[in-house]
């Protein structure tokens, strides 16, 4: 994309989201990220005020409560929200596993539920759980994100998208022997 598109992409996003409540986001096949008002196979929803946006990670301020239903249907809020492991482009060689661990603060809360998605697609076998490893993982790019989710009231909040890479060793350049 040329960089004045992402420039207007951007600008388009931003103004998006200080008009609208509900934004969807879905990664495609070949791993891009996606941003919509329209509901789309596989996206994921987004809740978004009608103030400008904050950073995935940075501590919101509460709204406003105007009665006990409001209280009860508080957003996600987190003081520390971020996928810190695996790093944003790191590279991954072999068959290492890839340690994928969210920092969070303060810890989850009964009613919430931590899922995992990984190129775009859930990863239920990791539910609630804060850090864990991929373990042969085939050649490629791959995206990891995490999204906490109210029971009570289905609104939810994702972490910050991480990409990351797999690379094998090559059959046509075998490792030279060691020598002791």
């Known amino acids: 994309m040329h960089p004045r598109q992402s420039w207007l992409a951007i600008g388009l996003l931003t103004a998006f989201t200080v008009q609208a409540a ?82 969070l603060q303060p810890a989850l809360k009964p009613n919430q539920s931590l899922t995992w998605h990984l190129n775009g697609k859930q990863l239920d076998e990791q539910a609630n759980s804060v850090g864990f490893s991929l373990v042969q993982m085939v050649r490629g790019t791959y995206t990891i994100a995490a999204t906490i989710t109210d029971e009570q009231t289905g609104q939810s909040q994702s972490s910050n998208s991480v990409t990351f890479f797999v690379r094998q060793p090559s059959a046509l350049s075998p490792k030279s022997p060691q020598h002791h």
């Open 22 to 103: 509900v934004i969807y986001k879905w990664v495609d096949a070949d791993g891009v990220v996606h941003y919509s008002d329209q509901a789309s196979p596989g996206a994921e929803k987004i809740f978004t005020s009608g103030l400008a946006s904050t950073p995935a990670g940075a501590p919101r301020a509460p709204s406003a409560p105007t009665g006990p239903k409001n209280q009860a249907a508080a957003t996600v809020e987190y003081a520390e929200f971020s996928i810190d492991s695996p790093g944003a482009d790191q590279t991954y060689f072999g068959d290492n596993p890839v340690n994928v661990h969210l920092n």
